[in-house]
């Protein structure tokens, strides 16, 4: 060591090997362990850690920041980070506080080439559900979107459209869209995988997509799906309600994952252009045998239920895994009779 240097301490060595990484490894850092607002402050560190913040991708989830500061944090960090969004996920999001500290946050975030965007609203259960913005329903970047309680424009295949080509992933909970725009939503996401539904006032889903995987719907009361045409769909899992509910298949040629199904009346299994009854015998319009893996929930005192059992495995031929749930300690903690 020289004469007159100070020598470092320990806690400098350490710093000063960190700061030896690559820029690549400072960026796994600071979007995967550091909260957003520490990862901020990096900048302020040293010279070599100025550029860092600005240039990495943005990882912002409102979960992390403080309930307190979380209105206000928010659109800071979006309209002071220079670099592109990776991630925004705002699973509480206040949205009067973001429009008025952040006019325009939208298109923002579909200027910052967003990749993973989650926005779901606060809302009281009969609060209006505000308009799904149109630069968010464009934004050709997208990997992942998850919409919680918003509405989305009516005739929106007539408006200006949906333009996201890159979607992988789309979620809707809790969401105000018409039968034929949300089939007009899932057939223009064309490189669609995973489609999760839950709480749409859509009276029939159809699902028609050539890329679509997986989808997994929590049909509301009186709803129908239809899988229309979807080829490469391997799993499709239901949520069904207690109330009537028709779920009809007609080309899923891929199909390895169903469930569940209920034996009880009010729900309805239509194969093609045949509605599976007590009787219906097994054909080759009856029968999708590319299944594998079935789940079924049944009350084994009802013999009504038993037989319907019978008639929806006859139309699944060839599967390997069977799922029962019994079905009475559902009926008896919804508080309905057995018979």
């Known amino acids: 060591m020289a004469d007159g240097a100070a020598p470092l301490s320990a806690a ?66 979006l309209a002071k980070h220079e670099g592109h969004f990776r991630t925004v996920a705002l699973h509480d999001l206040r949205l009067a ?12 975030v579909a200027a910052k080439h967003t990749q993973e965007l989650h926005l779901a609203n606060r ?6 559900l ?20 918003w509405a989305f424009p009516v005739d929106l295949s007539r408006g200006a459209g949906v333009s996201l080509p890159n979607l992988r992933q789309l979620t809707l909970v809790t969401a105000a869209i018409e039968d034929r725009d949300l089939k007009h939503l899932i057939t223009a996401c064309t490189a669609l ?29 009186d709803e129908n799906l239809a899988v229309v045409d979807a080829p490469l769909l391997e799993r499709l899992v239901l949520f069904l309600p207690a109330t009537p509910a028709m779920v009809k298949i007609d ?17 309805r299994l239509q194969i093609r252009d045949t509605l599976i009854e007590l009787n219906t015998m097994a054909s ?15 009350n084994f005192v009802i013999l009504r239920e038993v037989k319907m059992l019978a008639s929806f495995l006859r139309c699944f031929p060839n599967i390997d895994t069977l799922h029962i ?14 018979g």
């Not at 505000?130 to 309680?149: T, W």
């Not at 889903?205 to 009361?221: E, N, T």
């Not at 080309?251 to 729900?267: E, F, I, P, S």
């Open 325 to 338: 749930e019994y079905g009475a300690s559902c009926q008896l903690l919804a508080g309905g009779k057995s």
């Open 97 to 108: 506080s973001l429009d008025r500290e952040l006019p325009g946050w939208p298109r923002l």
């Open 251 to 267: 080309h899923a040629a891929n199909l390895r994952v169903l469930g569940h199904l209920d034996t009880r009346r009010l729900h």
């Open 193 to 221: 995988e995973i489609l999760k539904l839950a709480g749409t006032t859509a009276n029939r889903i159809h699902l028609c997509s050539p890329s679509l995987r997986c989808a997994l719907v929590m049909l509301s009361r």
């Open 123 to 128: 809302c009281q259960a009969n609060d209006i």
């Open 284 to 298: 080759t319009t009856t029968a999708i045998p590319s299944v594998r893996i079935l789940a079924v929930t049944v």
């Open 130 to 149: 505000p308009l799904v913005p149109a630069d968010i329903l464009r934004c050709g970047s997208l990997e992942e979107l998850m919409l919680g309680s």
């Open 12 to 77: 400098g060595r350490r710093r000063d090997r960190l700061s030896a990484l690559s820029d690549d490894l400072l960026h796994q850092i600071i979007t995967q362990h550091l909260p957003v607002t520490e990862a901020a402050k990096t900048a302020a560190l040293a010279r070599r850690w100025r550029h860092l913040w600005s240039s990495t991708p943005l990882v912002l989830r409102d979960a992390a920041l403080p309930e307190p500061a979380r209105d206000a944090l928010v659109p800071r960090v």
